[in-house]
């Protein structure tokens, strides 16, 4: 035999796939649940996952959710505050008003967002 | 999860699962790992019974060692292969001892006469490759069948057997002009075509 032969047979074997009986793979499978380290309680890692779908929706809720609930927030009262022109701001805005210059008058000061019907008119 | 979607997992990372307790992992590390390490173990030992214990015993190996696995340190796969290659070490040695005939070490190259070959040669050409293997001496028979059937690299059969890269070149070599020589005359058993008879 040549040792391409040989080489040949080889390959062979080696694409040659072993199957392992079933009982074979029972008793292994066995011995691996036997052998198996339990979670402790309230350890979450049972699942393959690791981390549950659920808390995975929790912690996106509870991280990015709560950043935008914050940003959300944040807009609504500028918007509020630009609209509604609390009388309680009135007074601040128009004390720092003066201060720039006494010739302003209050109720330039206290339009926080301009109209945009000013806009629209130039445009 | 799906056993599927644990496939693309590696090794290491099925067997840190396993040890946290992922019955899947386990699962998907018994059918990944007991086909090669059986068959590893069959090719060693030439018995499948034998081997389904050897096989049985390296994996129960892991599933101790898996809680204090050092990632990085070892491969799975080879960690497993030293592990069924010491099992067959030790087996061998028993049975040796346990014989009472006396017979000696077998020889380094061995004669090349068919004997049990000739016999299953014409059966089954897988059967007389395992039969020739089963011949040669234990070192080089290990050598051969991680390099050219299980396809591990030198290197990779260096940290198996635990020596040096140079002695499994040469165990290699050895074990391939052995192999050659147990099987030679059999060509036409093995499929080949009789170069003689085509000149």
Known sequence: ?123 | MPLDDLSDLGDEVLLARYAQGDRMAARALVLRLSPRVLGYAARLLGDRAEAEDVAQEAMMRLWRIAPDWRSGEAQVTTWLYRVVTNLVTDRQRARRRRATNGLDEAPEVPDGSPGVVARLIEADRMAALDAALVQLPDRQRQAVVLRHIEGLSNPEIASVMEIGVEAVESLTARGKRALAALLSGQKAALGYEDEGAEA
């Open chain 1, 1 to 123: 035999m040549t040792m391409q032969d040989l080489d040949a047979l080889l390959s062979e074997a080696r694409a040659t796939e072993t199957r392992p009986a079933p009982d074979f793979l029972a008793r292994v499978l066995d011995d691996a649940y036997a052998a198996q380290p339990v979670p402790a309680a309230g350890d979450a890692v049972a699942r393959p996952g690791g981390r549950s779908l659920l808390a995975l929706l929790a912690g996106w809720v509870g991280g990015f959710g709560g950043a935008a609930a914050g940003l959300a927030t944040a807009t609504l009262a500028g918007i509020w505050l630009g609209f509604a022109q609390p009388a309680a701001l009135s007074a601040p805005v128009a004390s720092v008003s003066a201060a720039f210059g006494a010739e302003t008058a209050v109720d330039d000061v206290v339009e926080l967002i301009p109209s945009l019907d000013g806009w629209l008119a130039e445009g």
